[in-house]
């Protein structure tokens, strides 16, 4: 069953008055519930600006040409609200980039937590909920630490904490190991891995890493604003690194 299903799907971009630059045009994907799928293509193909649509960042363009449908689970979501898609994001997405996104003056517990404000659980339910994901990531023993106090590759465990710790249906992940050597980016591809295997969420990576496209169930390329090539689902992929985290299930 198809979680996330787009078709003419257009963004284009101004930059000045005369200056536009079409990103997408006229996209059509399915993403099936708990696949592990990374979007590849060269830098201005399109790839991130397709992962903005999927997560409800941005909105498609309606006009010059056929209307844009956007599905998440079957229900259609291409023209919602702005305050519509931000329930949507904070309580069934999660994301992580790669630049981290960590508010330097909170702690680890507290950047995590943010999400769970978002998604209006506070208080004692949001602490709770923080800790056992960052004890999800192996981090709770850095619960106190600011990301000053982080190395890059713990303040990425960091943001993927913060991603599942309202427990989404959909992770997504802008290049989240364009900021980390190979050991680190091993570990945070094997987390997300383990996540996509263990509690069936549905993982969609941009990447420029083959290794990242190679450890996934499906590759597929973009250039030029378009999908080249969808990529074939494997019947079995070959197993990422495997890290030890602990096994604690985040509260509904």
Not at 64 to 85: F, Q
Not at 154 to 163: D, L, N, P, S
Not at 182 to 187: F, I
Request: glycine share 10%; hydrophobic share 40%; net charge neutral.
């Amino acid at each position: 069953m198809a979680i996330l299903e787009g078709r003419n799907l257009r963004k284009t971009y101004r930059l000045s008055r005369r200056n536009t630059v079409e990103a997408l045009k006229g996209v059509e994907i399915s993403i099936e519930k708990g696949e592990m799928v990374a979007i590849m293509g060269p830098s201005g193909s399109g790839k991130s600006t397709l992962m903005h649509i999927l997560g409800l960042l941005h909105a498609p363009d309606p006009n010059h040409g056929p209307a844009p449908e956007l599905r998440l689970a079957g229900e259609d979501v291409a023209a919602l609200s702005d305050n519509a898609r931000t329930k949507i994001r904070a309580r069934r997405m999660g994301f992580v980039f790669q630049d981290f996104n960590l508010v330097p003056t909170l702690t680890a517990l507290e950047n995590v937590t943010l999400a769970c404000d978002y998604a209006g659980i506070g208080g004692k339910l949001g602490r709770q909920a923080g800790l056992e994901a960052l004890a999800l990531v192996g981090l709770e023993d850095r619960a106190n630490h600011k990301p000053s106090e982080l190395s890059g590759g713990e303040q990425q465990r960091v943001a993927i904490a913060r991603a599942l710790v309202n427990k989404p249906e959909i992770i997504l992940a802008d290049e989240p190991t364009g900021n980390l050597d190979s050991d680190r980016s091993a570990e945070v591809l094997a987390l997300l891995r383990q996540f996509n295997r263990e509690h069936g969420q549905t993982v969609v990576l941009v990447t420029h890493d083959s290794e990242v496209g190679e450890a996934c169930d499906r590759v597929i390329r973009m250039r030029d604003g378009r999908i080249r090539d969808y990529g074939q689902r494997a019947a079995a992929t070959a197993a990422a690194p495997v890290i030890a985290v602990p096994a604690v299930a985040v509260p509904a």
